[in-house]
């Protein structure tokens, strides 16, 4: 506001000083301050919930574990979405198919770039809070895409649960930007990242299923947003975490004992 001032140390307090001349000036700005940011306290950074390395590494093996599994136990096309069977009633094929790739390449891509964001996220909500919110928002993707497809198609891999954990950072991250006050233009700056790299990491390869990614983004978005308050309060409690993973577990087994009765 122009005051001059200085900020001074006595008797172990930090005082604000300024000129006698625009002392009351500088308390009416003071109060004026205090009254228009009434019940608007910035956010505190979020903290971490966790290293996000178990997290990780779970992700990295149930992907290797199924990439390995599969040609030696499974009978060729188990798993595999298949729209025409998911109208049927097989819905397990939503889940089982985010665990399946066609080569090793296809699997590489996923892992490391899915490794990235569930590590990220797992630091954010911890590390069973995350494994469940990522399964659950690539579920949801894949969903949207048998429905909203006006052909049938076949699909598999992880990729959708890649951009659903994408999704569900974006969102939180523009939930954080929110409650600190962030202007309007600048909380879209995650969302507007996140379209890029839809962009740059899902609108490539012969094989891409862009309408998957596409979904699975929008899914983590919805989620996040949505659940965002509740995912972040308490993240760090160890019975929480232990919970949610073990349902993650569990709806990811359930889903191939399904496809394999």
């Known amino acids: 506001m122009g005051i001059a001032h200085a900020v001074v140390s006595e008797s172990g307090e930090q005082l604000l000083v300024v000129p006698t001349a625009d002392g009351l000036r500088a308390a009416q700005q003071l109060a004026a301050?205090?009254?228009?940011?009434?019940?608007?306290?910035r956010a505190q950074p979020p903290r971490r919930a966790s290293l996000g390395v178990p997290a990780l590494l779970c992700w990295l093996a149930v992907l290797g574990g199924a990439h390995l599994a599969a040609p030696r136990w499974l009978p060729a096309g188990l798993g595999i979405l298949d729209d025409a069977a998911v109208q049927r009633g097989r819905l397990e094929l939503l889940a089982t198919a985010l665990t399946l790739h066609a080569d090793a390449h296809h699997l590489a891509g996923n892992a490391v770039f899915g490794g990235l964001f569930v590590l990220l996220l797992a630091q954010l909500l911890g590390n069973?809070?995350?494994?469940?919110?990522?399964?659950?928002?690539?579920?949801?993707?894949?969903?949207?895409?048998?429905?909203?497809?006006?052909?049938?198609?076949?699909?598999?891999?992880?990729?959708?649960?890649?951009?659903?954990?994408?999704?569900?950072?974006?969102?939180?991250?523009?939930r954080w930007r929110a409650l600190q006050?962030?202007?309007?233009?600048?909380?879209?700056?995650?969302?507007v990242a996140g379209l890029g790299l839809l962009g740059w990491l899902g609108t490539s390869g012969e094989h891409t299923d862009i309408p998957a990614h596409a979904y699975g983004l929008?899914?983590?978005?919805?989620?996040?947003?949505?659940?965002?308050?509740v995912l972040t309060r308490?993240?760090?409690?160890?019975?929480?975490?232990v919970a949610?993973?073990?349902?993650?577990?569990?709806?990811?087994?359930?889903?191939?004992?399904?496809?394999?009765?």
């Open 33 to 41: 301050f205090a009254a228009e940011n009434a019940g608007h306290d």
């Open 128 to 174: 069973g809070v995350a494994l469940l919110a990522v399964l659950l928002a690539g579920v949801a993707g894949n969903g949207l895409n048998v429905l909203l497809r006006a052909e049938d198609h076949r699909a598999l891999g992880a990729s959708t649960a890649v951009f659903a954990a994408l999704g569900l950072l974006v969102a939180l991250g523009s």
């Open 181 to 191: 006050g962030t202007r309007r233009m600048r909380r879209w700056a995650p969302l």
């Open 218 to 229: 929008l899914c983590g978005v919805v989620l996040g947003l949505g659940l965002g308050p």
């Open 234 to 241: 308490g993240a760090a409690r160890p019975t929480r975490q």
């Open 244 to 261: 949610a993973g073990v349902c993650a577990a569990a709806l990811l087994l359930a889903a191939w004992w399904r496809a394999l009765s």
